[in-house]
């Protein structure tokens, strides 16, 4: 099906950040066989599943195909035993799924989105149903080795988080499904794996839903168990935040962002989502630098400012990807376009150079090598890592969240966000949209056809058939 974007508007700074995003990213367009997909970028030259199936759906408006492409290649290369892969790499043309690490779990949500994007096929969403179905069975049958209800991180890069100081002397990666053995922290109680079998519950409940298959409470019965063991095992009531547990069952005592991965995930409760946002996220102490969104809190012990990809201190592009269904699952749409314009005059300070992390106090983007990753000076006559993809995604998105169009599971949201005056157009789904916004208001079209004039500020969210739904405050 056909799809596209434009984006237009008066800002040198914005609009410099948009089109540079948009030609950067093209040299992360690959092809793993007869497949294109879209790579990490920036060095990283496979698709992972804790970025690229989240990438490629963000990417759709643009190139359909690879967006496809990055969730279809972990479903066909699933196991018999339902494990998807980490990552997928492509050497001499010859396509390789590997297994040596789970690598986080960017994927229910974007995958529904593409069924809804790519015509809607019965077939499809029968393979993603029994995609997630086994790959939920797997996870409990084989990461949670003591039986308590909290599914385990074996390595450090299950969780995707190198050089994280919460893992200890855990292993980077671990081939098998049985827990390693005879290391201090893991086999872990991890927040972020026990909600990745909320995700597949909560998707499958969707997709039962569409299907009318008759099992749609179930699935919400079996995800409202996992999110009651996550608060019941990992919530901290009088600190209001996640913490991990080692394998002694002995809290991690570690403020870290991860608390946020979970809303991503939708596993915690509205009041369990407040708490953490508005005591650490808004709190400048913690999360809330003047670039925010650290990996750990700034005050923690645990924090390292250190420039090479490292989820013990500064904030990464990645986690920015994610934030934005983060908060808005829970209602915190301005938080969204705060984060839109930091973002984006950060990346125009730097030079409109989009790397994977940047200095919480000073906005500073980190310099690596772009091959090596390890940190380079600017006059070193190295080459700096740039076109890193979550970075680049992300700015994207914020820009579609705050002044564009953004198709979400068969809806269809304008945000009309105010001050600057732009046009966005978008296609999807077999028609034209289209927002036309001179700063304090704005109209949208459907198919030619104006659907309404409206305030800005505001997100209006119709049907397909561009019929009003609801409206959502943005600022």
Partial sequence: METGVSFSCRSDTLQGVYDRAEKKCLQNLKYFGDDLVLVEGGGYEKIWLETQPMGGEMYALRNLEAAANNCLLFMKHQRADGRIPGSIQ??????????????????PFHALNLYYLTGESREYLLQLQDTLRRFDECLWRTRDSNGDGLLESFCVYDTGEDLALRYGDAPCWWTEDEPPRGYRVVPMASMDVTSWSYACRDTLARISRILGDGREEEWREKAARVAETLRSGLWDERRGALFDRDRNGNRIDILCHNTLRCMYWGSVSQDMADRFVKEHLLNPREFWTPFPLPSVSVSDPAFRNR??????????????????LALENYGYHSLVGKLEQKLIQTIAENGYRFPQQFDPFTGRASLVHAVTHQPVREDSGEPIQDAYGPTMLAALEYIAHRYGIHPHLGEVWFSLGSGEPCEYDASFCGRRYAIRNNGSSAEIRADGKTLGRFPCGQRIVTDARGRLLRRVPIE
């Avoid at 420039?307 to 934005?324: F, V």
Wanted: glycine fraction near 12%; charged fraction near 20%.
């Fill in 90 to 107: 492509c050497t001499e043309g010859r396509v390789e799924a590997q297994f040596n690490k789970y690598q986080g779990f960017c994927f």
């Fill in 307 to 324: 420039p090479e990809n490292n989820w013990s201190g500064q904030p990464e592009g990645l986690t920015w990807q994610r934030a934005i």
